[in-house]
């Protein structure tokens, strides 16, 4: 009984994702794109960050050290 339930566990996950890796160049360019837009957003907030941590010395440019 219960390999019968794993057995059919298999196949429901299986059925889920066999659309999505069928068309490999699609899932390819659909990691790339969606990498890329994470790797911008990390950057910007970084950049938000440090300038938020940092905006001292851009309102008294004298203020640095």
Known sequence: VIES??????FVI???ILPVVRNQHL???TL???NAIAMEVQLKSCV???LLNHMDILEDPDNIG
Do not use: G, H, V
């Open 48 to 50: 938000s960050l440090y």
């Open 32 to 34: 790339l794109i969606c």
């Open 5 to 10: 339930d794993c057995l059919n566990l298999c």
């Open 27 to 29: 899932l390819l360019c």
């Open 14 to 16: 299986t059925a889920k």
